[in-house]
């Protein structure tokens, strides 16, 4: 018996996602410690004393099944965002709930739009639920929103975009996403994955919540695995208007979020010196790596997120392996088709100057 021949039809030539390698991994394939991963857009600082303090208070009770609706999470968002409660939904990670809006509104009958370059779930969730994928060519590596607009057919029921983009790190202005969003009919649901909101600038950032008062078809997708240090824990949060938000709870699991990840998510999110600590410490490296790769005549694009992408102008394969046994775990991403990039995920000070060390040793 050949189970593939009665699996769902997208599922049958699906490929899984593949994550950035573990340093466990790394150890056993070659033996060597030392090693730094710079793969996974990770959080160089961990995650604050605060979340482990409420992980610690949540241990006695571990025994009991989580609060499948996530009230004090909630409250905590909805006090930071100036949001309803009803408003938002509680996902394991921001890739669940990207996977969950799709299960909610598309079919394989409809059509799902997003860029290419784009986050890479997109196409595998498209995939899994047999709809099409209508795969818009990238503008200077980013979304181009007009052309978006211009596929939109009867068909269409999502559009993603991610703001900043992963794995190039492109951005939009609130400007581009409000005559964006105008243009967009009413029944095509706008996922906006904020992935790495925290990044970017205040002063620039996309006031994605005032969207959503003004566009009801608006879903605002966010994590706590990068800015906040809870990659390890699974989780994340939308904000839709609560008609929307009603039929992802219909669709949700109950107890999609873990306890301890709950306790944490509510610490951190309270917790803007530590998230203010991350960002500045990524304003800082990421001018360095910049630099670094101007002054050695490589070519970069310049990103929002917490991670830069460089183009070796050959087949960066070869160079992600060099690497591995310099004990410097990079992302190669031909799986997006650039095959001759590495996404590096900007680190600490030391780490950051061990990837510029084994990167010029490679390349030399």
Known sequence: MQFINIANEGVKNLSPYQAGKPIEELERELGIS?????ASNENPFGFPESAKQAIQAQLADLTRYPDANGYYLKDVIA???????????????SNDLLELIAHTFATEQDEIIFSQYAFIVYPLVAQAINARSVVIPAKNYGHDLDAFVAVITPKTKLIYVANPNNPTGTFLTHQQIA??????????IVVLDEAYTEFTHPDERVDSFKLLQQHSNLVICRTLSKAYGLAGLRIGYAVSNNEIADLFNRVRQPFNCNSLALAAAIAVMQDDAFVAQVAENNRIEMARYEQFFEKNGLEYIRS?????????KQPAAPIYEKLLHQGVIVRPIAGYGMPNHLRISIGLPEENDRFFDALLKVLN
């Open 304 to 312: 929002k997120g917490n991670f830069i992408t460089v183009d070796l």
């Open 34 to 38: 030392n090693i730094i991963k710079l």
């Open 179 to 188: 005559e964006f969003l105008a243009k967009v009919p009413e029944n095509v």
């Open 79 to 93: 006090k930071k965002f100036g949001v309803e409660l009803n408003q938002i939904t509680l996902g394991n990670g």
